[in-house]
């Protein structure tokens, strides 16, 4: 598989390339990741031919988005395609020492605290402030973050904010698009059941999908997916290696959808790994590719925090796979039937 060939998303004019890298781990999600480190893991993706790229505010509470910026802003602005997130403000603690003590979610991020805000002027100041963390003077693509019950707390916050949104914040979104300051909008989904509600309230491009289309997992295939494609809406998988055991294997400690995996979940991706083995193709190969057989995904967004990592997603989508490989995950029951395979 072209892991650059072009793939229009949803009913947009905007083409992305099948592969891309997401930002989340360049935050430091699962620990510190030096700035070396992290520049060298970015010039690497550059290198390979990588040249979408997601990140997030949230992302280190802005590192993610400074780190990106740093590696991006010299580069050929024409050959990258951008996206970020909207959804969160952020502003300096009003008590810096009591927030440095304090625990909080990305705890190795930057001294900032945040409150969510999907309103017109919101949406507005969240995009102007993005431009400066990221050092560069336009976003081409913007996702509604995190507005589902996980993040916000409770159903009564998701729906203010769905309010929110519906009211005010889609209008500053079509606003920004039509004036050419971006070519995409859609909003970020970790769980069942967003999707629906998105699309009862407002019409977006796409869905940025995380963890429920993974090969280890396809819940979106009973209702979300084919809501999707009814509509025209595209799909951008995150999180496509189900936070790592994908990429890594059965490992001890191994991620699955960002706590360590049960002795069952690691059973179940060590027998998706044997069979793979048969036929002489790496997990992580099959993991990357197979999301992007489905007729709405455009693009996948694997994270890195290592160089060899971006080298390793480019050779990945290169690999050939048999469509016997996928007879037989179904055939063992560990890939739906209706999950579209070659």
């Not at 991020?109 to 017109?120: N, V």
């Not at 289309?213 to 509509?231: G, I, M, N, W």
Request: glycine share 10%.
């Amino acid at each position: 598989m072209d892991p650059f060939a072009l793939r229009r998303l949803g009913r947009t004019s905007l083409e992305l390339p099948a592969l891309g890298m997401g930002g989340a781990t360049l935050g430091n999600i699962f620990g510190v990741i030096e700035d070396s480190q992290s520049d060298a893991t970015l010039a690497a993706a550059w290198d390979a031919g990588i040249r979408f790229y997601d990140t997030s505010p949230w992302y280190g509470r802005g590192l993610s988005e400074q780190r990106f910026g740093r590696a991006l802003y010299r580069r050929p602005r024409e050959q990258v395609i951008l996206s970020t997130k909207v959804g969160r403000r952020f502003s300096a603690p009003a008590d810096p020492v009591a927030f440095a003590g304090s625990p909080r979610a990305w705890e190795h991020g930057l001294q900032f605290e945040h409150h969510h805000d999907y309103s017109y002027a919101g949406i507005m100041r969240a995009y102007e402030d993005s431009l400066l963390r990221l050092g560069m003077n336009r976003i081409d693509i913007l996702v509604v973050h995190d507005l589902d019950a996980g993040n916000l707390g409770s159903e009564e916050l998701v729906t203010a904010h769905l309010h929110q949104l519906a009211t005010g914040g889609i209008r500053a979104l079509e606003d920004l698009k039509k004036a050419g300051l971006i070519k995409a909008y859609g909003a970020g989904v970790n769980g069942l059941g967003t999707i629906p509600r998105f699309l009862d309230l407002v019409d977006l491009d796409f869905f940025l999908v995380a963890l429920p289309y993974t090969l280890a997992e396809q819940p979106v295939l009973d209702r979300e997916f084919p809501l999707c494609a009814a509509r025209g809406v595209g799909v951008i998988i995150g999180g496509v290696f189900a936070s790592g055991i994908l990429a890594t294997g059965p490992v001890p400690g191994a991620r699955y959808n960002y706590a360590v995996a049960s002795e069952e979940q690691l059973q179940r991706v060590g027998r998706m790994e044997a069979v793979c083995a048969r036929h002489g193709v790496p997990l992580a190969a099959a993991a990357l590719q197979f999301t992007l057989h489905h007729p709405v995904v455009t693009s996948v967004i694997p994270g890195a925090f290592h160089p060899d990592h971006p080298r390793r997603n480019v050779e990945s989508m290169r690999v050939e796979i048999p469509v016997d490989l996928w007879v037989e995950l179904k055939a063992d029951g560990l890939l739906r039937e209706d999950a579209p395979t070659p």
